[in-house]
């Protein structure tokens, strides 16, 4: 079981008045006697205030441009708290542990620790000795404390080697959260769902807004989920982990699949047309120049590729 939260998390209006008596300290516009006041009127409010001093003494995470005292006018203070505001959530202050669910947003993405552009991989040995594999177009957070390891995958997919640890290890994404059972294991994260494919021993999968619902997934298992329920298990694909290796493996994919996963490595936008969309294509690619791939691609099966620009291209048949 994921186990009763250590902490009661910050309520996110707490976090938000937080924000704002740092800006407005910032600016040289705050009361220090109110300040104070609002910091010794609950212990909620000094546990918020802590939270944003440690993340102000980082600065790595705080935009500069939000950390200097010409924000003057109302508009851009408020503005400005809503920044901090976000960064805080992302840091933990408004999450329990064993939460179902991270609220992430396009700002947490653009402000994770850990990204990668489309096309880029990287490998990340983790505090604990615990191996992270992160795939292209990936943005997360890495979040170890003395009670816990977390980590936040905003999107993209990552693979996760946990290495052993009394700590229980979590994965939050914006649709629920899994819970590692000294494993191997892959979280992807789109728009959509979240998908977790198990490759040793188990997980345990909670959906964020079924947080009493819990899937047990053991090896060679995968689920695909959304923040409302999930979908019955299925045995994980072969070739699930091929993108370490820089490959793509596809087995009798209709093209618009081909080209959808292509698409994820490459800048800009590529579509497939709706008339070559269920074509079946079988092979294997390299996904270290995917313009390339498309050209091999198309040699082979009669299609084209059109661009409208150099970052939004169709496949589409060769016309005759």
């Not at 800006?23 to 909620?44: F, H, I, N, T, Y």
Request: hydrophobic share 45%; charged share 20%.
């Amino acid at each position: 079981m994921f186990g009763p939260s250590p902490s009661i998390p910050i309520a996110r209006k707490v976090l938000a008045a937080a924000a704002h008596w740092h800006v407005e300290r910032q600016c040289g516009s705050a009361d220090p006697a109110a300040l104070q006041a609002w910091r010794d009127a609950s212990a909620e409010h000094e546990r918020a205030w802590e939270l944003l001093q440690r993340m102000d003494g980082q600065l790595g995470a705080i935009p500069a441009a939000l950390a200097i005292p010409a924000l003057q006018a109302a508009q851009q203070r408020r503005r400005a708290a809503a920044k901090i505001l976000a960064l805080l959530v992302a840091a933990g202050g408004g999450i329990a542990l064993g939460q179902a669910g991270l609220q992430s947003g396009p700002w947490q993405a653009l402000t994770a620790s850990l990204r990668t552009a489309p096309g880029q991989r990287r490998h990340v040995t983790l505090a604990d000795g615990g191996r992270l594999e992160v795939n292209t177009d990936s943005a997360l957070d890495v979040a170890y404390s003395a009670t816990h390891r977390r980590i936040r995958l905003h999107h993209g997919e990552i693979i996760i080697t946990t290495a052993p640890d009394p700590r229980p290890f979590l994965v939050d994404t914006p649709h629920g959260v899994i819970r590692a059972l000294g494993t191997r294991f892959g979280v992807r994260c789109d728009g959509d769902g979240s998908t977790v494919s198990v490759y040793e021993h188990a997980v345990e999968v909670r959906c964020a807004a079924r947080t009493e619902a819990l899937r047990r997934l053991e090896a060679g298992q995968q689920l695909r989920f959304s923040a409302t329920g999930a979908d019955d298990v299925q045995i994980m694909p072969a070739h699930q982990d091929s993108w370490l290796r820089g490959m793509l493996v596809a087995a009798d994919w209709p093209l618009q699949r081909l080209v959808r996963e292509l698409a994820r490595y490459r800048r800009g936008r590529l579509v497939c047309d709706a008339g070559v969309a269920r074509r079946p294509v079988t092979g294997t690619y390299r996904l270290d120049d995917i313009d390339a791939v498309l050209e091999s691609l198309c040699a082979s099966h009669g299609l084209q590729v059109t661009y409208f620009t150099r970052y939004w291209a169709t496949v589409a048949a060769r016309a005759t």
